[in-house]
């Protein structure tokens, strides 16, 4: 492990790899552009659950169980999973993952969950603290609907801007020496307020955390965008991806020709009505656990940057008048 | 670093210290039995703000600033801070540390928080991913109290086997051979979930979770509670910390002559009305970062045990019949 002082880039030295990973679905994610690619999609999305809470839990647990099974080893295997949600005390994760035995170590980053959790990991097992660990997260747009906006049953009209929370779950398994999928690099976010108050623009409040994280990265790597194939974003959708190719413009970076961003990938735009993309920790966590690593495997994709974004802000600091405090991690990953 | 396979507990090899730290208190607290020891009390505990939760921002965001200061640093040579705390959406961490420019990653253990986050910091800086960083939590009553109970208000009647939340926040800042007093090993705890469901009743709940992580440290580290000056909970309470002694007799230990509760410590139980002790993640914090610390520093504490302990419901799952999972983290300090 390695790390130049005043730099946020954290370089793996020890073949930190992505050994397995699974991404669920819901159904309106089932039948969008990457249907094909997830490992499991529910057709139901209360999942048989009494709850909405309940059914997140249960994406969350299938994504775990499958990237655990998907290695050939079982729970006590795992020395230890790093997870977290959107709902309030992180109860999807938590509830999913107690019958299972596995230290755990809870992480809030909202929906930059899955790249944190992932980063985390990686420092524990390139260091030795591990010898194997999970990341997971999870969202699921009925429960977070009904936490952060109306009631469903109220049928409230969606703003333009506003982006449709992804019903998804991915996880994946780390582990040194274990295929060929690696992780190369971290980047820790700092936190970015703009002052951006509009909760139905979320993209809008995140872009600039995304454009800081990047750039740092390009900064202490001394690389630039066309050093990789894709730059892929979390979920700040078709608004808030124009607004950091304009942010880096500023910084002396294009990034529009290797940039997509999971919230644009995950749905038909319009077909689908989900207004400016997909949204959620379960958003780039199904996205990249399937579709992008399926291409990571194949060697379709061979290098390339997953910076996730999340907005750090409750329903009871916008009701207060607060502004939407932003975060953005990064991983460079290579096959 | 090194841990053997099968154990939970991490052993730290590069003399990682906790070169600074700082407790704050609130008015009740600052009144209780370590009113001496915290390094900033609050006599009014709105702190000047307009809200709760923007006070118990303001009480994380003293915390960091005064555990900084006293190493004679700043913010930007801090390599990463890594905080949380019981609000939704952790807003306390998120809003105090938005201005500081510091690399964030949010942690969620509800009261175990600051052992969570310090365990993680540790691990970090023992592997060189970081050369300074900081851990801090908090909480603040009269926010937990309508976050997650009734109404200040409404002036509900307490039930006797409940807490009280305490008003405070602790911040610690780690570094390699800063100082006298250091982390020597750490174990992660898993999620225990005995099925009780009184959201009143914490230290019940919490109490097994303790006793889990405190058994597998002594077993992964062949030792014995005699070879401990203070084996510290914390926030188990009287209740909690009685149900501690009797589960960890099952397991052949007797931890009663070396056991201490922040939750026990922080007030005259009788005279300040708190029922079974004091909780919240700024109880441990609070407690360790200023008392704890300062008999650390000075050597009347020499070699400890410090098990944070949390319940990782919500609101939410309890009004859906949800039982109350919970945590606990340890760190094994010496000085």
Redesign the interface.
């Known amino acids: 492990?390695?790390?130049k002082?005043g730099s946020?880039t954290?370089r793996l030295e020890n073949n930190v790899c992505i050994r397995s990973s699974a991404g669920i679905a819901g159904s309106k994610e089932g039948k969008g552009p990457l249907g094909n690619y997830f490992d499991m999609i529910y057709e139901d999305d209360i999942l048989g659950e009494?709850?909405w809470?309940?059914a997140e839990s249960r994406l969350q647990a299938n994504a775990v169980e499958i990237a655990v099974r998907n290695t050939g080893l079982d729970f006590p295997d795992i020395?230890?999973i790093f997870a977290?949600d959107?709902?309030?005390?992180?109860?999807s994760s938590?509830?999913a993952?107690?019958?299972?035995?596995?230290?755990?170590?809870?992480?809030?980053?909202?929906c930059s969950t899955m790249a944190?959790a992932m980063?985390?990991a990686a420092?524990?097992i390139?260091?030795?603290?591990?010898?194997r660990a999970a990341a997971v997260t999870s969202s699921h747009f009925c429960s977070a609907e009904r936490?952060f906006r109306l009631p469903i049953e109220y049928g409230g009209q969606r703003n333009l801007t506003s982006q449709w929370t992804v019903t998804g779950a991915g996880a994946a398994v780390l582990e040194k020496n274990a295929g060929s999928v690696s992780i190369a690099d971290v980047t820790?976010?700092?936190?970015?307020?703009m002052k951006i108050k509009d909760a139905n623009n979320m993209g809008a409040a995140m872009a600039p955390a995304a454009a800081d994280t990047i750039s740092n990265y390009f900064n202490d790597t001394n690389t630039k965008p066309a050093d990789y194939d894709l730059i892929l974003t979390g979920d700040l959708g078709f608004i808030g991806s124009e607004l950091l190719y304009e942010l880096l413009q500023i910084k002396g970076y294009d990034i529009s020709c290797q940039h997509n961003d999971c919230g644009k990938l995950i749905y038909d735009r319009d077909p689908q009505d989900v207004h400016s993309g997909g949204s959620g920790c379960g958003c780039c966590a199904s996205v990249f656990c399937s579709y992008i690593m399926k291409k990571l495997r194949s060697g379709e994709l061979k290098n390339i940057l997953f910076a996730a974004t999340g907005a750090?802000?409750?329903?009871?600091?916008s009701q207060?008048g607060?502004s939407i405090?932003s975060?953005s991690?990064l991983l460079h990953i290579t096959a």
């Open positions: 492990m390695s790390k002082t946020r954290i009494k709850t809470e309940k020395d230890g977290g959107l709902l309030n005390q992180c109860i938590t509830f993952l107690r019958g299972l035995g596995i230290p755990f170590l809870g992480q809030y980053g909202a944190q980063l985390i420092v524990f390139d260091s030795g603290a591990m010898e936490q820790i976010g700092s936190i970015i307020d750090l802000m409750s329903p009871t600091s207060q607060e405090p975060i991690h």
